[in-house]
Each structure stands twice: as structure tokens, then as C-alpha cells.
């Protein structure tokens, strides 16, 4: 059987284009998605991060402060251009015990929490 010479208009159809097109469409689509979910995903992580500092930098101040006292306390500290809204909570659990627990909040929401225990001053 011989082969029919190749004529300069053979090629895809549209329908084969409008196929690839589409598939492609898809893949991208599904990319981008991707790509979008881990920039959000990153800026989570640097949320908690940073908010995990500044509750270690809380907790520590309130380890080595030479008085503390029982009841609520809250403040703003400014961190990688942000301020980050604390809570500081101390009550007596057992004798000669206190129990701190503080929470970091940015306007996003909560960042870090964190429970000590420490001698009762």
C-alpha cells in the first residue's frame, strides 16, 4: 500500500487542540492551587514561630522574676514587625506551686500557648 504524500495542511484537529488545551488547563489550575496552599502554609508556620518566641521570652521572664503575682496580666510586644497581644495567667495549684500558662495571639488569632510551674515566690 503506498503512502499518500504529506500535504502542507495536515495536522491536529481543533478538537485535539481543544483536548490538550484542557488537560493543561487542569494541570495548571492544580498547580497554582498547590502553589497557593503553601504560601499560606508557610506564613501559619512563621506565625506559630514567631508567637512560639515571644511566649519562651514570656515564660522565662516570669521564671526569673524575683516576685510574681496570682491573677491575669496582658500586654503587647513588638516582634519581626508585628505586635503580638499576650495573656499571662497565675494560680496556685499545690503549696509552694504556682501555675503560669500563657497564650500569644496575633489579629489572626491564637499563635502559642505555654504551661509552666514554678515555686511560689
Do not use: C, H, Y
Amino acid at each position: 500500500m503506498a503512502e499518500r504524500p504529506k500535504s502542507p495542511r495536515d495536522g491536529f484537529t481543533l478538537i485535539e487542540l481543544l483536548v490538550a488545551l484542557a488537560v493543561f488547563s487542569l494541570a495548571a489550575m492544580a498547580l497554582l492551587n498547590l502553589s497557593g496552599e503553601n504560601t499560606r502554609s508557610a506564613a501559619r508556620v512563621e506565625t506559630r514561630t514567631l508567637g512560639g518566641l515571644v511566649a519562651e521570652n514570656l515564660a522565662v521572664e516570669a521564671m526569673i522574676a524575683p516576685q510574681i503575682a496570682e491573677g491575669e496580666t496582658s500586654g503587647v510586644v513588638p516582634l519581626a514587625g508585628r505586635q503580638w497581644r499576650w495573656t499571662r495567667s497565675v494560680t496556685g495549684v499545690e503549696a509552694g506551686m504556682v501555675r503560669i500558662d500563657i497564650r500569644v495571639a496575633t489579629d489572626e488569632g491564637q499563635a502559642a500557648e505555654r504551661a509552666l510551674f514554678r515555686a511560689r515566690p
